[in-house]
Every structure is written in C-alpha cells, then in structure tokens.
C-alpha cells in the first residue's frame, strides 16, 4: 500500500510502500510516548525503507537519537520536522530495510483496527488510559508475536518476520525497537 504522509505545516511531504499499514500497535514506552506520542502512546507502522521518497521538505528534517537508560544513545533515527516538531519516521541502521512511519504523520486513509496490541503498558504513567477491548493482546514489554502475526491473525497480508524471545530482537521488525536499543526494560 502507498502511504503518502506530511509534517503538520505540511513543509515535509513523503511517501512510502508498506506491506503492514493496520495501526494495530500501540507504544507505551517513555521514549515512543515523548517523542511520538500524544494520548500516552506512539504509534509506528512497518514500511520499506527503499520506497520511500521525501517529496518536499528535506531540508527542513532533522534527526533525533534517542537517550537510553545507559546513557548511550539508540542507533535508531527519529526523523521529523524541523518548523513544525512533528515526528514523521524511525530508521535504525541495524535493519536497514525497513522505516517505520508513524502513523499519525500518515494522510494516506490506513483501514481500521479490529483488534490492537498494547505494548511496554509497563511504562504507561497512571494518567494514560490504555481502553483495551475485548480481543485486545497487552504487554508488559515486548510482544513475542512478530508484526507478521499480528497483521495475518486481523486478516491482512504480513511480510516482515520478527519474534520476541526474551527480549532480544530475531528477523527484521519491531517498531520501537530502535528507540529501546534492542532491550526488554520498561523505562518510565
């Protein structure tokens, strides 16, 4: 699917192909949540780095890495608008095939999400309200289902393989990962 997207004074403009455009996952993690998201979650789709083309604006992005509990700071890139702020895309050079768009940047209509994932609710400050229906999967951390699953259990055609087995990251997705470095810690 062709997801065409924009910054909010709509300075940046991009596109991308995307193979998993259901917004079924949601961020509950600090670092999502303070750099993308703003009803306590972020948002982050799967997409193919290769496809994606900044239309107008690129010289008004900017990168942001994100501080780690250790320190350091996350290889992930968080690409966003430099006049208006908005968060428009993570890349993370250990998978370079892939880009994740956030979804709220996205102007493209995404299909509606019969059923969500909450993840990191770990890290959720009491003020969010995660509104978990019936059939919704929650996790403290990461999920051990891959994006690939969860796109194929809500019907819809998955590619990019990906489990979580303790924390560590096998194949090629997980929208957040980049932001966390690869670790299963909750950070608030």
Known sequence: MLLEGSCHCRAVRFSVESREAVPFMRCYCSICRKTAGSGGYAINLGADKSTLKVTAGSETLRVYRAK??????????????????????????????????????????????????????????????????????????????????????????????????????????????SAHGGSDGAWG
């Open 68 to 177: 780690l509990e250790d320190g350091s700071s996350s290889p992930g890139e968080r690409h966003f608008c430099s006049e208006c702020g908005s968060p428009l895309w993570l890349w993370d050079p250990r998978w370079p095939e892939l880009v994740h768009p956030q979804a709220g940047a996205i102007d493209t209509p995404l299909p509606e999400v019969p059923q969500t994932t909450h993840i990191f609710l770990a890290s959720k400050p009491a003020w969010v309200e995660a509104h978990v229906k019936e059939g919704d999967l929650c996790f403290d951390g990461y999920p051990k289902e891959s994006l690939e699953s969860g796109t194929a259990a809500m019907g819809c055609d998955g590619a990019w393989g990906a489990v979580m087995v303790h924390g560590a990251l096998e194949g090629a997705y997980m929208g957040c990962l």
